[in-house]
């Protein structure tokens, strides 16, 4: 007599083939049992199902309110039968922009024009195009990222990056879902209450990833910073590229002082300076969780940098340090390069672009003999002979020293 096999085991097997959806597809007609536990692995990533049809399943499980969106485009909801399963339960992450490409697929598939963009024809013959989005395929998006939330709470990841959305309760909706764990809402510039985003994302207790670069929040660095104060589960938070500036960057290092979840902070292509990084400085010499900090692009001189070399004599936490394309000079850099002396926890040193000459490489090259543990980046620090020659030594003796291609 042949025993049957346990369902654990059939969830087992039919997991290790998450990723091949031939076998799956074949599967999933062979009995009742092995499609139900089928159907909720295929659709647990729905960005991995190439076939446009689902969008039809999609589009019948909208409320008369999701439905409002596309009211403007006189559309017609498909009319076949409901689903067997409620299939959008089952979706883990979303990324709204490989929905909307979706969506224009779809909407081609049925015959429906679609814009998006148009060809400019210029004096000289030549042609040029110029990239729009379709207002209908977007409104069928955002449609379908509305209800997606309301079917799912296994939602994990959500990308909404660089989506223009003007439907500021939709974004609210998703930064206040409670099952996201990582979320990236990076260039949405145009959610005109950025404050409500804020304290929206406040309110979230599961968040562990947070992406919001592009996204004009130069004024509300102390708001941000007031989510670092209470959130206690975020641990990776992306915040460059906002013109967050020294009152904004105060207001964040003073954070770190009582933040013990943050691991990652991300302020590239701000505007904190010499006295904003003086406070992260001071925030380094109490905090022992954070072990990466980039701080490129953000106006930082000679003073901000000694004030962080001053740090790094005492923080045996932080791992990696990005101060690319800042005004180091000789008198930070080789700040820095004493440093290293005696810091022996930072792995990762990034100095591309900082106008330091080649005695700051010969600095830093001294301090690698006896430092085994970091891996520095320089760029272009010149070609002098004798200066290569004590660099070159010291590549023979530490194995972790780091050039670009262009040294």
Not at 79 to 102: E, G, H, M
Request: charged letters at 20%.
């Amino acid at each position: 007599m042949v025993t049957k096999l346990p369902t654990e085991c059939f969830f087992k097997i039919f997991n290790n083939l998450q990723d091949d959806y031939k076998s799956l597809y074949s599967c999933l007609l062979v009995s009742r049992l092995w499609c139900r536990i089928i159907i909720p692995i295929l659709w647990s990533k729905i960005d991995k199902l190439n076939d446009i049809r689902l969008i039809n399943i999609c589009l019948l499980t909208l409320t008369a309110e999701e439905q409002s969106l596309l009211i403007p485009f006189k559309f017609h909801l498909p009319t076949y039968q409901k689903p067997l399963f409620n299939y959008t339960s089952y979706i883990t992450s979303i990324d709204a922009n490989d929905l909307y490409d979706r969506n224009i697929r779809w909407l081609k598939y049925n015959g429906y024009k679609v814009y998006t963009g148009k060809k400019v024809c210029h004096d000289d013959g030549e042609f040029t195009y110029t990239f729009e989005d379709d207002h209908f395929a977007k409104a069928i998006t955002c449609s379908l990222i509305a209800m997606f939330l309301r079917t799912s709470e296994n939602i994990k990841s959500l990308r909404f990056d660089w989506f223009y959305c003007n439907n500021d309760q939709l974004i609210k909706n998703i930064c206040r879902h409670n099952n996201i764990s990582s979320l990236d809402i990076s260039g949405n510039r145009y959610f005109e209450e950025s404050k409500l985003m804020i304290e929206a994302i406040g309110d979230n207790v599961t968040l562990t990833t947070l992406e919001l670069t592009f996204n004009f929040l130069d004024s509300l660095g102390e708001s941000l910073a007031e989510i670092l104060c209470k959130n206690i589960t975020l641990n990776t938070l992306d915040i460059s590229s906002n013109g967050i500036d020294v009152e904004g960057g105060k207001a964040l290092a003073n954070a770190l002082h009582t933040n013990n979840n943050l691991t990652s902070l991300n302020l590239n292509h701000n505007r904190i300076g010499n006295d904003g990084v003086k406070y992260f400085a001071e925030a380094l010499n109490k905090n022992n969780v954070l072990t990466s900090l980039c701080l490129a692009d953000n106006d930082i001189g000679i003073e901000g940098v000694k004030a962080l070399a001053r740090a790094l004599y005492v923080n045996t936490a932080l791992t990696f340090l990005d101060l690319r394309d800042n005004i180091i000079g000789f008198e930070g850099g080789k700040a820095l390069a004493k440093a290293f002396h005696i810091n022996v926890t930072l792995t990762s040193l990034y100095l591309d672009g900082d106008e330091i000459d080649t005695k700051v490489g010969i600095a830093f090259a001294k301090a690698l003999h006896t430092n085994t543990t970091l891996t520095l980046h320089l760029y272009c620090l010149g070609t002098i002979p004798d200066e290569v020659n004590t660099l070159t030594e010291a590549c023979h003796k530490n194995v972790t020293l780091c050039f670009d291609e262009d040294f």
